[in-house]
């Protein structure tokens, strides 16, 4: 049942501080400020232990969150993480490491080719390999097949395009980080409770930026007529960047490209003219005065720039710079926050355009077909 809104991507959409609350509440206590749950992956803390790498497989918007996990593992935890789309992991004969911890991540957990490259390390059974389901549908293949169920309490998805599933991956996977993290002593419990106390913040700053919906809307008015467009971030935004575009391009059949800001000038920058927005995530972190500089390139060339900044920014709106402040978060998090805006921005640009938003021409909701 859709409610009061107009299509369940919206509703989703609008469910995510709900969703990630409950997914977070998987890890820590509503009152415990300190520290994980001691019930949380209890059972599997002697598999957890002895992993030195982590392999990541999954699809579309699932490879997304991957990505962010990447960053998470390796700033944090030190541990070597490797992200691949599974269409491509399980033609190529790749390389499983010993002791590795395999993560599937799958909205539905039927997702053909997620499950053919999981069973095709399965069946080369390299020494210590534990396999992970981060999954929504406890029912599902994926997660009948593998050692460790992780699920996000996402709630069913109907809409094609994925959201409060990608952002509850998200959550989830930090906890995840956290756990290893903590269980392998390469994470300080100070750091650990900081962040856990930014994660109590994840709900009230997703229902923040869902206030936006009415300046994005605005925003949306400029790409109807648009043809392409590119969506820029670096650091944890690349991910969001690629997943912005995967957005746009679903739903309102615009053609749309994430880029890593810093390849701007090795290709994508022959692009740019009047005609081609340009979406930026910009929140104020470690890597903000290189997109800066990365967001003048584009200026002087004449595009025209939508950016996500934070609100401490100061970034001022100018001609052919317009601006939208999302609430303030801590870097390591921010990805999460940033995703709703460039949903928002997709959903409300594909009902300008009149396309089937909850069910986009041409795809399914599960691809059990390769
Ligand atoms: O169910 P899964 O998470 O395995 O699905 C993977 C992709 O098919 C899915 O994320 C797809 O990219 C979405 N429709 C994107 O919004």
Same mark, same amino acid.
């Given at each position: 049942?859709?409610?009061?809104?107009?299509?369940?991507?919206?509703?989703?959409?609008?469910?995510?501080?709900?969703?990630?609350?409950?997914?977070?509440?998987?890890?820590?206590?509503?009152?415990?400020?300190?520290?994980?749950?001691?019930?949380?992956?209890?059972?599997?803390?002697?598999?957890?232990?002895?992993?030195?790498?982590?392999?990541?497989?999954?699809?579309?918007?699932?490879?997304?969150?991957?990505?962010?996990?990447?960053?998470?593992?390796?700033?944090?935890?030190?541990?070597?993480?490797?992200?691949?789309?599974?269409?491509?992991?399980?033609?190529?004969?790749? &390389?499983?490491?010993?002791?590795?911890? @395999?993560?599937?991540? *799958?909205?539905?957990? %039927? !997702?053909?080719?997620? $499950?053919?490259? /999981?069973?095709?390390?399965?069946?080369?059974?390299?020494?210590?390999? &534990?396999?992970?389901?981060?999954?929504? @549908?406890?029912?599902? *293949?994926?997660?009948? %097949? !593998?050692?460790?169920? $992780?699920?996000? /309490?996402?709630?069913?998805?109907?809409?094609?395009?994925?959201?409060?599933?990608?952002?509850?991956?998200?959550?989830?996977?930090?906890?995840?980080?956290?756990?290893?993290?903590?269980?392998?002593?390469?994470?300080?419990?100070?750091?650990?409770?900081?962040?856990?106390?930014e994660?109590?913040l994840l709900?009230g700053q997703l229902h923040a930026s869902l206030n936006l919906d009415t300046p994005i809307?605005?925003m949306?008015?400029?790409?109807?007529?648009?043809?392409?467009?590119?969506?820029?971030?670096?650091?944890?935004q690349?991910?969001?960047?690629?997943?912005?575009?995967?957005?746009?391009?679903?739903?309102?059949?615009?053609?749309?490209?994430?880029?890593?800001?810093?390849?701007?000038?090795?290709?994508?920058?022959?692009?740019?003219?009047?005609?081609?927005?340009?979406?930026v995530l910009a929140p104020k972190d470690?890597?903000f005065?290189?997109l800066k500089?990365?967001?003048?390139?584009?200026?002087?060339?004449?595009?025209?720039?939508f950016v996500f900044a934070s609100e401490s920014s100061q970034m001022i709106a100018?001609?052919?710079l317009h601006v939208v402040y999302v609430p303030d978060v801590c870097e390591?998090l921010a990805p999460i926050v940033y995703s709703v805006p460039?949903?928002l921005?997709?959903?409300?640009?594909?009902?300008?355009?009149?396309?089937?938003?909850?069910?986009?021409?041409?795809?399914?909701?599960?691809?059990?077909?390769?």
């Open positions: 049942d859709k409610g009061e809104f107009k299509h369940y991507m919206l509703k989703e959409i609008y469910e995510q501080p709900d969703a990630v609350a409950r997914t977070i509440e998987m890890g820590i206590d509503k009152s415990e400020t300190a520290k994980l749950r001691n019930d949380f992956l209890q059972r599997h803390e002697t598999q957890l232990s002895g992993i030195r790498h982590v392999q990541v497989l999954a699809c579309g918007t699932s490879y997304h969150s991957g990505l962010v996990a990447k960053y998470w593992f390796e700033s944090l935890t030190r541990i070597p993480c490797s992200v691949e789309v599974a269409s491509e992991f399980r033609y190529r004969n790749p &390389v499983v490491v010993d002791n590795s911890l @395999v993560i599937c991540i *799958s909205q539905s957990g %039927e !997702t053909a080719d997620t $499950l053919s490259a /999981l069973r095709d390390i399965q069946k080369h059974t390299p020494a210590g390999l &534990v396999s992970l389901a981060l999954c929504n @549908v406890p029912t599902s *293949s994926l997660v009948r %097949e !593998t050692d460790i169920f $992780l699920p996000t /309490l996402a709630g069913p998805e109907i809409g094609v395009a994925s959201t409060k599933a990608f952002t509850t991956q998200l959550a989830a996977l930090m906890l995840l980080v956290m756990k290893v993290g903590v269980i392998q002593q390469r994470m300080t419990n100070d750091y650990v409770s900081t962040l856990i106390g994660l109590q709900p809307k605005t949306s008015e400029s790409f109807e007529d648009k043809r392409s467009c590119l969506f820029l971030g670096r650091g944890l690349f991910p969001i960047a690629l997943e912005g575009a995967l957005k746009l391009k679903e739903i309102s059949y615009i053609h749309a490209e994430g880029y890593a800001a810093g390849e701007l000038k090795h290709g994508p920058l022959a692009l740019v003219d009047k005609d081609m927005p340009i979406v470690s890597m005065d290189k500089a990365n967001m003048q390139e584009v200026h002087a060339r004449h595009g025209e720039l100018e001609d052919r390591t460039v949903q921005l997709s959903y409300h640009v594909a009902v300008m355009r009149g396309t089937d938003v909850d069910q986009p021409r041409n795809l399914a909701k599960s691809v059990t077909v390769e």
